[in-house]
């Protein structure tokens, strides 16, 4: 049994339906001793008042220390921590999440937490191949540390319903830019084979600036609920729907909590040929393009009554849980 401390902590969920830190603490505790599971969230603080109670410290996006509130006095405190846990023999495995800031774009800082994280982990914990190949190309010298663990699944909700479809498209999760909605749109009213598609998109947009550019785009056909829906409610609106779509435009993605759930609701996933996408694009609830104008071929395809669907989403699930996540982490890590 390993004593582990794992960040972020969160209290509760807020505006978010994304539950992995919970998920993550849950599988480590049947195993292992979380210290900060049952500690108030003191932000970087608790990384000092719980760091001699631990022995392996788990980093989840951790690169965004510095766009949080009092985010430069939070990084040096962060530089601290790491020559701490040099000093002290303490493991670092950080579970690399994104190969950028999807918000901030290409900046000094990120890249210079990614120069930090990359020189002070033991061990780099990545949910797709993508997130290799970006080691492999920008921190080569640090590629012996990374290992591809495909994101973890609880159970499924339900399965992909053959019959009558009052959407062709859901598009679902938080609005961002870096998402590509408006692309999408744009690519919708330009395109003969799609300009009668049925288009449901459900999220909160706090850009406004954006959330006017989508309302100003947005077809007759289609339809945007702003509005903060539990996965239950999204998973009614998915079984009505042929496909839940990916328009992410961003290549700092490398997996999706929303692609996650979108698979345990039983949706057939339309999503860009890069990441876990890519990864997951031989199984046949998945299927990518490398351009919007893939899509009309990709639809006019698909056969909903294709038994394999549901056997390899089953398989792969199966294979995918969160014990054995935490079970591949001891293997790495030697905990």
């Not at 744009?186 to 954006?210: M, N």
């Amino acid at each position: 049994m390993a004593a582990i401390f794992l960040y972020p902590k969160i209290d509760k969920v807020i505006g978010s339906p994304n539950p992995y830190i919970f998920n993550f603490q849950e599988a480590l505790s049947k195993k292992h001793q979380v210290v900060n599971a049952k500690a108030p969230n003191r932000g970087i603080l608790s990384f000092f008042t719980h760091f001699f109670k631990a022995e392996v410290f788990i980093l989840n996006w951790a690169e965004t220390i510095p766009e949080k509130k009092f985010g430069g006095f939070q990084k040096s405190l962060f530089s601290v921590f790491l020559g701490m846990a040099k000093l002290f023999s303490k493991k670092i495995v950080w579970v690399l999440h994104n190969k950028g800031s999807h918000h901030k774009g290409e900046n000094e800082v990120t890249r210079d937490m990614f120069n930090k994280l990359m020189r002070h982990s033991d061990y780099i914990i990545t949910h797709s191949n993508a997130g290799k190949d970006f080691v492999a190309l920008t921190y080569p010298n640090f590629l012996a540390k990374i290992h591809v663990i495909p994101h973890p699944f609880t159970e499924k909700l339900r399965d992909y319903s053959i019959g009558e479809k009052k959407y062709d498209f859901l598009i679902w999760g938080s609005i961002f830019p870096y998402k590509g909605i408006d692309s999408f749109l744009s690519y919708l009213q330009s395109t003969p084979e799609l300009r009668e598609a049925k288009v449901l998109i459900i999220g909160r947009c706090t850009d406004q600036e954006y959330k006017s550019k989508i309302l100003s785009i947005l077809p007759e056909s289609a339809d945007y609920k702003d509005e903060l829906l539990s996965l239950e409610e999204i998973a009614v609106y998915s079984d009505q729907s042929r496909f839940t779509l990916f328009t992410y435009k961003s290549q700092t993605v490398i997996s999706s909590g929303s692609l996650v759930d979108s698979i345990r609701m039983g949706a057939v996933v339309l999503g860009p040929d890069h990441g876990a996408f890519k990864d997951m694009e031989n199984l046949a609830f998945m299927h990518t393009y490398k351009d919007f104008n893939e899509i009309p071929k990709i639809i006019s395809e698909f056969d909903p009554a294709d038994a394999q669907i549901e056997a390899d989403r089953n398989t792969f699930m199966k294979q995918n849980t969160w014990y054995n996540f935490v079970e591949k982490i001891e293997k790495i890590t030697g905990i």
